[in-house]
């Protein structure tokens, strides 16, 4: 036996017992009589302790043989600390050693295991296992577990059934770049891994199963950017006989269960917002609505006064920011620097000041008086003290360069909560999007989406002007998740498919199966998948997905612990029918 | 609202109520002035009816029009049945509709969706969304889906942690053959999809995770049996600081949880029998102990009698058959045909008829006298009205045909009780199994497998002979799980590759990642890994898997429904840096 109790299990109570513990050494300090070792596993650490004085002068030489890292047993007896550590659980207790066992012996980490580590990211992901022993890291990892178990439990509990989906599945040109693998029985043939379940799920529900989840692993073969993995994994859920509103229910009743059950987070109803307004107030579609500075549009009142700029704009729009007419030159030099870089992207940037006496000063105003400036400061709500930042442009560019100057004034001005969760529902997403290279409409969502049932008859005659039935979840400005009522109609579906540009052999080589099983009685129905990775994250108060992933891979897609991907033999290549270009 | 109940909901307490319920037509019963209709959903069957006397023309014309798997909704008032359904629990009352609405018309389908269905197994998978609609596959898969959730509520419930590893790993030689994925950002580099989770478990040990398990997609890309399938399903184990009998105790416990959950079964004490015991008494390593005809070794008895046969085998052996002495030389020679088959591969059968009165008659009377043939009798406990079936030849053949003849006659015999699950670890398997043709030892488990303590001497000198602290999991002769204590130690670890031939270069470019994770203090650890699909088909009482899985691939690997795999564009191959031979 390897031990009676964890690192994390003894307690005053068990004062006098003996008891053996296994684990890492993650500390000692030896003061010369004394000798103390804290001893780390999963669940805590156990001080054990070595008298000088008492104990037997081998095990005493044996205890300071050790190193850090080193994996060991210990049997001994509990006492009651001399000095406790009530930061921890068995900060009462500690273990006076009379056997030691040196279970395995530790090269000397090459950085340490602590919260704040010494190591790099680099040498932190070649050395993962050792990352993972760090708690801050572990820790990521059991939220991650408690998230997957509760959505379970609480799914279960709906009535929902887990079903697996095949993961070597058909690679289809719409959507993302799939990964395939080649087919040896099949030669010159090719698996394609899943993007996401979804003609599986429909599929489930023309089958009658109702309520489908699971928490299955999804794969892009894109460009990675810092918080995008190739492997990836999604809470994949669909429902049938449901409206919108039923599946928005259902799914902030598990977002809201999640929270109160692993953050102690009671949330209210959830709003809802249109992707128009969303995109009309906030300049995208994942507005972070825990604070305001919601956009205001100036066009009937600043057009036609002389203004270059402003005349020869679509759109001019601004935010209020509060008690900030007193701003320097310079910090209003860098704001404009700040909105003209090129990830930014605006030309420039417009300023009013609502001064404290009530007059105004801005960087226009040679073209507009003060009279009418007061009246922008009316439309703003401004009152004095504040500062009006005003963009002009295309008005897409414009409210994207908004966006972010909106964002980055709700960090200046610490408008942001970072305790607070604010959870939202976008609603009413555009069909489909025109991409001027291709010259043709892509479907937004995906082409199952259904439209929303007023605007079918547009699908003809105004494609670019369809509602979809869709939603997306987002979180403080994060998107969690996304979903829409499908189209459970053959015909609707070969309209979206003709609308997409799709020929009909197309349509049918890719999707025949589907548009197949349309014709045997596919109940309405729709769903949802949320980023799994994403939503520990979120509740785990980072930005990075990827301390939220055991192994994850770099941004070239690289395991650097395993060193993969490598090359493969020759003999393999042959038998797969394939070889390098 | 689609629905203010499921199918499966309503009971004699809801009479008068005025409810809607959707799903799809299951069956229409004609009979002039009345009309039924079976509705069916995920939940139960309810029934509709519709009365030519009381109900408006164009509802009872609307009604006539459905047909089967037409997707429908209907509003109704329930009322008590005049002739009652005690076979359903809905089977008290029905619905009299007031309002129908088609939500989606169907073909007719290709086959009956019924329990007894007409339609072939190609072409239920072909259209396996309609297959899954019948109940009976319907049930496997809610089967499925419950041996998960208590799997995971039982293993939760001991503190593992459920742990996601990655599906895009790197290739490697030993084993069954790796599915492949190459890598775009990466040309010339492949990927590698996962045979087990076996390595990435091992190193979470060494990250101190200390209980890991995941239900994860495995893959092996071998030609395919029948009850094979590229990816598959295991509940994937591994434990810190354990000895075998640890793991052996956790996981009873998991299987009898799940009996006793799912079954409703409370299992014994799971026996435990050593390998060579297995193979000596039975034949093989899974025996099927539900009922006896052990082995009974003859070599003592038989040799130097002047009969050839007996004296040119290394082994001779049988099994007792009860009360089969009035056997006729017809059935005998029918017995013989059976063991001659290449797939059993005997050369011949022996056999001794214990009569009822006391005397032999025997295949082998030539060599034998009743007092020789008397004191076998002894040997196999036989008595008067029993028959003794012996074989002889090469140990190991001749074991794997008396194995076949074993089960095959406690088929005949009806000595096999369906409704009984016994249980049986297996353990102390060899560590090494050698390859006359490519003249090398290959590792029984994996690589990874520990040898017994006492045998690690032996790997020096006399490979062959180590035993491996090895396990498995039998229930009625069908290998459910097996796992072992594994290496921790890193000399050990190279000595094992050493035994299996792997130069250093080999070895550490395979694994250096798992070497070196030895080296900084890796944890004695174990673990085990249960197929899951084998595990469904064992609580369903089924022999093949694919009916426990809702989306199976075909003996040659293809998912006939979606049709693939499937050839990929030019544009991809070239992206992919690669192309067909």
Redesign the interface.
Known sequence: ???TH?CGELRIEDVSKEVIL?G?VQKIRDKGGMLWIDL????GITQLIFDESKADAGLIRKARSLGR???IQATGNVIERFSKNPNIPTGEIEIVVSKLTV?????V?PFTIENETDGGEDLRMK????D??RVVV?KN??L??KL??HT?SYL?SQQF???????????T?EGA?????????????????PQSPQ??KQ??M?????KYYQIV?C?R?E??RADRQ??F?QIDCEMS???RD?VLNTFEGLIKHLFSIVLNIKLDAFPKMTYDDAIKMYGTDKPDIRFGMKFVELNHLVKGKGFQVFDNSRLIAGINATGCAGYSRKQLDALTDYVKRPQVGAKGLVYVKYNEDGTFKSSVDKFFNQEQLANWAEHFQAKPGDLMLILAGDPSATRTALSVLRLYMGKTLNQIDNRKFLPLWVVDFPLLEWDEETRRYYAMHHPFTSAKPEDIEKLDTDPGEVKANAYDLVINGVEIGGGSIRI??RKLQQKMFDALGFTEEEANQQF??LLN????????HGGIAFGFDRLCALFGGADSIRDF???P?NN????V?????????EE?L????????
């Open positions: 036996m390897y031990r964890t296994s890492w780390r596993d999963r669940y890292e080193y994996v279970l395995n012996p530790s090269k980490p050395f993962r296992y050792l993972l022993r572990r990892i059991q991650r577990h997957m178990q379970r279960d059934i887990e079903i697996e989906t095949p993961v070597l599945i058909k690679s040109p770049r799939d990964f395939v693998v080649p087919s040896r029985m099949n030669p010159g043939e090719f698996y394609a891994l003609t599986f599929l489930l023309i089958s009658g199963f109702d692993k794969f073969d460009d990675l190739p492997e994994t006989f449901v409206t039923d459970h109609d025949g199966f099983a349309f014709n045997y009685g596919a109940p309405p992933i055991a192994f891979k070239s897609g690289r395991d612990m395993i060193d993969s991907p490598a090359p493969i033999s393999q042959k038998e797969l029918a394939i070889k390098m270009r």
